[in-house]
């Protein structure tokens, strides 16, 4: 007959065991896999820039452009544990692959851990962004794996909480002056809520309503702090006080500026997002995650604290609407003048992929071997 097969249907219990038992196997294996590729990845990093110490005398630009390749490398490496558990990326809106030759800072919502390797994965097929970029992330990943790898490409690791936030915000601005032209950075990654969704959510919604602001749910209402430090240092100011456009044409040397903010929104499916356990054990099923990127030329974001901080809400009362339309439809509404909403599919290459891996493992042997040679040497 047509009906289902009477065996077929009772296949359920049993059917669950082994493939649970391969799912907490493939998780130990993934796992092992992390942990080796960490310690021959990360020393070698630290290796090789110390090695290169020299060049950072004699060229400094050029040291850190090498900097930035082996950091973009190891980012790749971190995407490639997503992208073979089937953590692919859609992405909406803008193509921000036009602007990676410029001056961008991202405003990212924050739900979970995971939304960091979202980014560094997405980011990897934008020319040499993730090279020339910089992070501001929360000072609990100073102490992850990744935290020495930060501190030497000059991350920057906010603390949040009240008590901190002044001290931070001047600690912010200094880390600015001296790390960020001087490292050759181009982009500035940033996630004004200050914390994650399901944390800060309560004290957003009691805020707005107190300050009779709009209701959230899917987003917290941005601070503004960080985001109104970093347009004061890196927006070129013109002579009369005003910012520079980005169509003047200046000497190569001196730097344009912040051209553009990238105004970023991370969705998962059924609002749940993916946090860094799950990235590395891969124990969740193929998830694809959507971002939708909108694209501000600087000229349009107001300096001013008060202007700035409604410019800010509004662009996060924006994402609340698009997450909304995302949860609805599994789709975000389609941009300005477009008749229907476009996506990308973002692709890692696994021939890339594979190469800075094997380049990682033979680092490490070869790091391994030299620092042995001159152990029995010494001892």
């Known amino acids: 007959g047509a009906g289902p097969h009477p065996r077929a249907s009772m296949a359920g219990p049993e059917d669950a065991t082994p ?43 050029r040291f850190w452009r090498l900097e930035g390749l082996m950091y973009k490398w190891l980012l790749g490496m971190v995407a490639s544990w997503g992208w073979y558990a089937g953590y692919t990326v859609m992405e909406w809106g803008e193509d921000i692959k036009a602007i990676s030759e410029d001056e961008a800072m991202m405003l990212v919502n924050h739900q979970a851990t995971g939304d ?7 980011l990897q097929d934008k020319g040499q962004v993730v090279a020339q970029m910089m992070w501001l992330m929360d000072h609990i990943f100073k102490y992850t794996n990744f935290g020495i790898v930060s501190l030497i490409h000059g991350d920057f690791f906010i603390r949040q909480g009240r008590s901190y936030r002044d001290q931070q915000l001047l600690v912010l ?65 013109q002579e009369n006080g005003s910012p520079a ?39 969740r099923k193929p998830t694809v995650t959507h971002v939708h990127y909108r694209i501000f030329p600087i000229k349009d974001v107001p300096l001013e604290t008060d202007d700035l901080t409604n410019w ?17 439809t599994g789709a975000f509404p389609p941009s300005q003048g477009q008749k229907e909403a476009v996506s990308r599919e973002m692709t890692l290459s696994n021939m890339w992929i ?5 380049f990682a493992f033979l680092s490490g042997y070869m790091w391994y071997s030299i620092i042995q040679y001159f152990y029995h040497c010494l001892f």
Not at 116 to 122: D, I, N
């Open 245 to 283: 456009g980005g169509d003047t044409k200046e000497p190569e040397c001196k730097s344009k500026g912040l051209q553009w903010i990238i105004d970023t929104t991370i969705a998962y499916p059924k609002a749940e997002p993916i946090d860094i356990q799950t990235w590395i054990l891969g124990y």
């Open 116 to 122: 960091v390797c979202t980014l560094m994965m997405c």
């Open 354 to 358: 594979f190469l800075i891996q094997c």
């Open 312 to 328: 800010l809400y509004q662009r996060f009362i924006e994402k609340e609407d698009l997450l909304s339309h995302f949860y609805k």
């Open 173 to 237: 601005k200094k880390h600015l002056e001296h790390n960020y032209r001087s490292r050759d950075r181009k982009w500035i990654v940033l996630f004004p809520e200050g914390g994650f969704l399901r944390k800060r959510r309560e004290t957003s919604q009691a805020f707005a309503k107190k300050n009779s602001l709009p209701f959230l749910t899917h987003v917290t209402l941005p601070r503004f702090g960080a985001t109104k430090i970093i347009l004061n240092a890196l927006v070129a100011r």
């Open 19 to 61: 493939r649970r038992g391969w799912l907490v196997l493939r998780a130990l294996l993934r796992f092992a896999f992390m942990v080796a590729n960490n310690l021959v990845a990360i020393p070698s990093y630290v290796c090789y820039v110390v090695l290169l110490q020299p060049l950072r005398v004699l060229d400094r630009r």
